[in-house]
């Protein structure tokens, strides 16, 4: 059976092998097309993630041999439909959430080692030398005045596909098997991460937090938030880690977090399986309070209205928080919605005054960029745009963002492939508070 997150934790930190090191602020480089010239030995750091990972996974049967176990067949999940009917039914018992509360326990990142992100990029690089060099992305400089009295806040969105559903649901029928192997798919989404160094992380779709995320991002200075799915697909999934879920991280050296709070989504009343976490921070460089919430809405057509409900329980949960708007807000997220939906059109019409960060990358600054999905499953060729960074218009400035992966660079295949771990692309923002009273909320 699947380790509790404290005992898996106790398992890890009891090999951690890597010396403390001090941060640094170094730019990081991206990987280079040429291996990297560092000795071929087991990684330091990936390999305390390594020793939880080995250990049996969630739903797996004990008399499975090794090699059955490291097997890469595809697993059965059931008819999607009649299993979400099924766990919409299951909400309505109290204990569906507490089921999974040894998901939502802490370690104290005091345990913990610090440690210098160029050296877990290095040896990520170690694992991937042997894969195409990551296409560089650039940022596109937004700023409309070069006038800024603080440092900018770096936000990332990504839902980074989780292992369970990528090996054994998702069908991606152009994405080689070993592509998917989580021992070198979690180096690709590390290196992403380390590449772009963000303030504040947020991801859906995570099922490795315990023994991959939180150990190594606490190291590297994040405060680690996650709230799994009460009924995750993940687990109809064989030999499975877990649940997944969102996660929320910040670097404590430049925030400091005055409120937390964990929403279960709601539609027509009823308690669903979609999840968000909402935070106030405080910013140390300037002493200003702002949110910043990460969502995932239930996927596949034919939930429009569905996934409209669990919008406004969104909206109303965050109005609560951020006082009606007083509090400036970022919200991201996969809401499994094209700009023509009613989900989309009530976060643009909102009384928390949100605009769309990519739609300044369009020409006319109103359009969302073609894609931020793109994916070849049985039923066809999927490219859509899901994926959000949503703000408070008059209270941030959004200084630059990430541009994202051509169609060239995407390659035939599609996502998610050997250069790129997850069916979706990463989004990155730089905001600033706007110094202008007269439009603050």
Known sequence: MYQSPARSLCSALSNLCCAPSSATSSTLLLRSPAPVKRALSPPAILASSAAVTAAPHYGCSAAVSSGAANSQAVYSMGNSTSRL????????STGAVSKHQEYLEQT??????PIDPKDLLEECQVVLQKRPARFQRDFVNLRTSFSRSHRPIRVMQWNILAQALGEGKDN???????????EERK?????????????????QEVDHYFDTFQPLLSRLGYQCTFFPKPWSP????ECNNGPDGCALFFLKDRFTLVNSTNIRLTAMKLKTNQV??????KCNETGKLFCTAVTHLKARNGWERFRSAQGADLLENLKKITQEAEVP????????????EEVYKEFSNSSLNLNSAYKLLSADGLSEPPYTTWKIRPSGECRHTLDYIWYSQHALNVNAALSLLTE??????????????????SLVCDFTFNEDPDRLL
């Open 172 to 182: 991606f029928i152009q994405c080689p098997r070993e592509a998917l192997r989580w």
């Open 187 to 203: 180096c690709l989404i590390l290196e992403e991460i380390l590449a772009y160094q963000p303030d504040i992380l947020c991801l």
């Open 108 to 113: 104290d990142p005091d345990f913990l080692d």
């Open 234 to 237: 993940c687990l109809d999934v």
């Open 329 to 340: 807000l970022i919200v991201c997220g996969d809401f499994n919605a094209e700009p023509t």
């Open 85 to 92: 009917y099924s766990a919409l039914a299951k909400t309505l």
């Open 408 to 425: 060239e660079q995407i390659g035939p295949n599609r996502l998610p492939s050997f250069t790129y771990p997850s069916d979706h692309l």
């Open 276 to 281: 968000a976490i909402a935070q106030i921070l």
